[in-house]
């Protein structure tokens, strides 16, 4: 009861805090240009020009202006946007994981991955084309991107290695970066529905679900950690 008191408060102060209204409108058409150009840059890809966004989402270079200042801060707004929730979601995951003791290593993993699996995130449209878009991004070069991607994420990917670490002492630190660096990239792939690399995999790739991308994924990055050090798979494998 007490709730619906609240809004029913707020809602009959709205009419009268113009600053409040005109707040929020600033807000509906700041999220309205981030959701168009989510769309627009996973059709077009990252080199689509901040006027074709501004036409498409049906706004001004004011607007744009005002909200954003320059494209490189439209991008960062979108990944700004959605990365600090899907790193609330990693690092609660991963606080659940590590209750206990020693924390094991598929439920880190899962605690990594399950977020950006989530099927009531990847069949949502804005958090389908935001997680293409970080695929992208992540593929990068440029210093702008790369800068990008560490700010928004470095300090969660250091949470897991730690974790990782307490987990797997017996694992040297640059062999344990090298496994993580590889779940990373095949994460990056995979998400949120599989790109297909080839004819074969083009045969089903289409009807695969997440929760069966996550099933078929896990295993195999259990299996990356649980493997012996990398000097006696060379051996092993006569790769020296």
Known sequence: MARSAVKTVESKRKP????????????????????VAEQVINDEGLGVSLRRI?????????SINYHFGQRDKLIEAIVER?????????????????????PSVADIITAYYEPSFDPKRVNDPGWRNYLRILSRL??????FYRDLMTRYYDPVHTNFLQALQRALPQLPEEELIWRYHTMQ???????????????????????????????????LMVHLYAAPPLNELRERYDLN
């Open 185 to 219: 990239a095949i994460g990056v792939r995979a998400f949120p529905t599989p790109r297909p690399l080839n004819v074969n995999f083009r045969k089903f790739a289409a009807n695969v679900t997440p929760e069966e991308s996550l099933r078929n994924i896990l295993p």
């Open 16 to 35: 009268n805090n113009r600053a409040g209204q005109k707040l929020e409108r600033g807000l509906k058409t700041r999220d309205n240009i981030l959701d």
């Open 54 to 62: 501004m036409v498409v989402a049906g706004v001004n270079v004011t």
């Open 82 to 102: 959605r990365s600090n929730i899907i790193n609330e979601e990693r690092l609660a995951l991963l606080a659940k994981a590590e209750q206990r003791t020693p």
């Open 138 to 143: 992540s593929l990068e070069s440029g210093k």
